[in-house]
């Protein structure tokens, strides 16, 4: 939680103009918190000249503007990603999971009522391989039409997409999994009663994805996994999931058995610009 050091406080309120909840105000001069609209986003410590707001009395570092990367450093971690979906069978060090997952809070949203859930066990891997592929394979052998995938996938939320590539699901059952061995899987898991968007929860992903790329970890959003994984009692009961809890995104991640090379430029996207 936030808190404040009354003693270091000098009554400046730029934590009050921040705060967009409208929790924080001044009294006696030093300011003070309503916990009870606090959303926890942080912009009060981020703000505070004095370093008189810290997150759990950490006392919070100040910005250094000449580690940040270069435009042209950030040109080329953008166009060096790539979604692997080959990996080696070595397995990621729990200390450098930890290191990327922690990454996940970063994100714009800054809200700590997410939790994450990490499979990095070959047996828990192919647990869910085996969840998922028992709803597949069957689908593929005796019910591939395109007119009862499409339904199903309707019915289900299912990616229509995604059951309707047909080479795609093949290959899998041929192969008698949907994984090419990720070391692990990270799954994005939070409370379906209090306001929590699978918006947040991709910048969470998204964060965590570039810092693995810069330590060599290579990965794959799982777009589906949290759609099939959720409605698995299976795999609700291998995750440990409770009534409430909701997946709200899913990452794969390994080292990478495939080097891409090349930067590719592709399309640009068209703007539309409007307001005269
Ligand atoms: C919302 C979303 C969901 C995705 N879901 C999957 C998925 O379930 N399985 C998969 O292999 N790739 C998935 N991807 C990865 C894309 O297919 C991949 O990003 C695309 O092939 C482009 O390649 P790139 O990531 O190398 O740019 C997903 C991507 C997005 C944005």
Known sequence: MIVIDREQCTGCGSCVKICHESCLSLSDGVASIDYDYCSTCSQCVAICPERALSWDNVPPA??????????????????????????????????????IVNYGIYAPTHNYSFRVIVVD???????????????ISPLYNIAYRPKIVGT???????????????????????????????????????????????????????????????????SCLWGNGP????????????????????IFGSLLLGYPAVRFKNKVEGRTMPIQWLGG
């Open 62 to 99: 100040a910005f250094d503007a000449a580690r940040l990367p270069s435009p042209e450093q950030l040109d080329e971690l953008f166009k060096q990603r790539r979604s692997i979906r080959l990996y080696k069978k070595d397995r990621i060090d729990r200390a450098l999971l930890e290191e």
């Open 121 to 135: 066990k070959e047996e828990g891997i192919q647990t869910l391989d085996r969840i998922l592929m028992r709803f």
């Open 152 to 218: 199903l996938a309707k019915l289900i939320g299912f990616s229509e997409e995604y059951l309707l590539n047909k080479p795609k699901v093949e290959n899998a059952v041929k192969r008698g999994s949907a994984f090419r061995h990720p070391a692990a899987i990270v799954f994005i898991v939070g409370d379906k009663r209090i306001a929590l968007s699978v918006d947040s929860a991709q910048y969470y992903l998204a964060n965590m994805t570039f810092y693995a790329q810069v330590k060599g970890i290579a």
């Open 227 to 246: 759609i099939f994984m959720d409605k698995s009692r299976a795999a609700r009961r291998l995750l440990g999931l409770q009534k409430h809890d909701r």
